[in-house]
């Protein structure tokens, strides 16, 4: 038996505690599933929008009286020990709340480890610039310097799939740029979140800085949209939800971070037995709950026969099962409501003559990973984001039909080419219309401190806590006369 399973987080339902402008949260609770048992897990206490306004009275007064640098750098670099320690512990609650196999589970908890640890140096040094202003004739005999000054209060809404590391994504560098946080969790995990908030009390943040709002997520949005005080959201989930946020509020900076369709271009001079186990890791790790999961592989024709076979092989390889299990490469969906819709996207796709490699199998709460072939482009499958276990292959004959079909999306976050002409890669790196491009990489690939977003609908900024403090702040300038 594993260490997670005999964790404090896989003997019994927890409740972790809640707090709004430093005051504990009781009452009302919100009761949270294993999708793979439907066991309760836990339960947070939910709360009505009106409280959101507490939390933004509580941060915007903290932000008023400050925090030295230093000590914003050491209550990270704290909460980042803390977290080591604590690695089975919340790697065993993502597995029991959302699904996660327990091996990816204690990948996002090392992976916020990383993202306090940047957010902590950001903190350290994070500074404006000198202008020279003798460089114009009107600026002769002044001295002048930026400064970054916080933009104002944030307010932080997460999804599901990654509940703890896109917390600490929005959460980390929002204090290392002295801002004050709302952060507004997943209706469907919310404990995880929770915990990394006491996790960062713990660790010595004040608790009016951070306060866990669990509740209608669209109106705990119109009461931070309608605050002046919040200078900034931070959004990370769909685009119809995202987009509609920023029509709602202009005058106030919105940063999204949203879906995608994400192709890979397997070229017949590329490792082809590396692009099928980055196809089938990607697509089908976490049940494809990624928003860089590879949906769409594009493979050029002369390599297309080879291609299927390794990659029906790295899928028949795949061991779904109890997210608790080590062994477990995928688990259950969200819900049976998304692995119903995702059936069904399928069965559309085959309607249009898509062919399976691999078909549609199910087993209790659990989609086996599926695999077709000759997918329509005007399918949902290729130009709605699937989020679910499945990828689909399409033939190429020509680089630039290649090109042109990757980029056959409304969405554009990250895609990848496995080839060894070094001018085809970096060719598709100019031409792609993604954030971000992999070269011989799965495109689901990301560390933390890299600038991650995308383009088109998929987003309109790039985090990483080098990135996204600078969002945070206003550059300010500051000019010596003479």
């Not at 400050?66 to 020990?81: F, H, N, T, V």
């Not at 990816?104 to 957010?119: G, K, N, P």
């Not at 590391?165 to 995990?189: D, E, F, M, Q």
């Not at 202009?250 to 397997?266: A, D, M, Q, Y």
Request: one cysteine or more; hydrophobic letters at 45%; charged letters at 20%.
């Amino acid at each position: 038996m594993s260490a997670v399973r005999t964790s404090e987080a896989a003997k019994s339902p927890i409740q972790p505690r809640v707090l709004i402008a430093g005051e504990e949260v009781t009452g009302n609770l919100l009761e949270v599933r294993s999708p793979f048992s439907n066991d309760v897990v836990g339960s947070v206490p939910s709360v009505a929008p009106a409280r959101t306004a507490d939390a933004i009275d509580a941060a915007y007064e903290a932000m008023k009286e400050g925090m030295p640098a230093y000590q914003r750098a050491e209550i990270l670099d704290q909460a980042a020990s803390l977290l080591k320690t604590r690695r089975d512990y919340f790697a065993g609650l993502l597995s029991l709340e959302i699904g996660k196999p327990i091996s990816q589970a204690l990948i996002e908890v090392d992976r916020c480890v990383q993202t306090l640890v940047f957010s902590a140096i950001e903190a350290r040094t994070l500074t404006g610039t000198g202008v020279v202003f003798d460089a114009h004739p009107a600026g002769v005999g002044r001295r002048g310097l930026t400064i970054r000054v916080p933009i104002g209060v944030v307010g932080a809404i997460t999804p599901f799939n990654f509940p703890l590391n896109l917390a600490a994504h929005k959460v980390a560098p929002a204090i290392a740029a002295g801002c004050g946080v709302v952060l507004k969790p997943a209706r469907s995990a919310p404990l995880a979140a929770a915990e990394f908030a006491n996790l960062l009390y713990e660790a010595g943040l004040p608790t009016s800085w951070l306060s866990v709002v669990v509740g209608p997520s669209s109106e705990i949005a119109d009461v931070l949209i309608a605050d002046d005080r919040v200078g900034m959201m931070t959004f990370t989930g769909s685009s119809e939800v995202g987009w509609g946020l920023v029509s709602r509020a202009p005058k106030k900076r919105v940063n999204l971070e949203l879906g995608n369709s994400t192709p890979v271009i397997v070229c017949a001079d590329g490792d082809l037995a590396a692009a099928a186990a980055a196809a089938a890791g990607s697509a089908f790790g976490f049940a494809g709950q990624s928003c860089i999961s590879i949906q769409r592989v594009l493979v050029e024709e002369s390599a297309h026969e080879e291609f299927t076979d390794l990659l029906r092989e790295a899928t028949l390889a795949k061991r779904v099962g109890d997210p608790l299990d080590p062994d477990t490469d995928v688990g259950p969906l969200i819900t049976t409501g998304e692995r119903d819709r995702v059936i069904e996207w399928i069965e559309e796709a085959r309607a249009a003559g898509a062919k399976p490699i691999v078909d549609i199998d199910m087993d209790g709460p659990l989609l086996h990973p599926v695999v077709l072939d000759d997918v329509s482009e005007q399918s949902q499958v290729w130009h709605g984001e699937i989020f679910g276990p499945y990828v689909g292959v399409a033939k190429f004959n020509s680089f630039d039909q290649a090109i042109t079909m990757a980029n056959n999306t409304k969405y554009g976050l990250q895609a990848g080419i496995f080839t060894s002409d070094l001018n085809k890669a970096f060719s598709a790196a100019e031409q792609l219309d993604f954030g971000g491009v992999t070269i011989n990489e799965s495109p689901t690939y990301r560390v933390d401190q890299m600038p991650y977003g995308g383009t088109k609908d998929s987003g309109n900024t790039r985090e990483g806590p080098h990135y996204a403090v600078r969002e945070m702040t206003e550059e300010r300038v500051i000019v010596i006369g003479s």
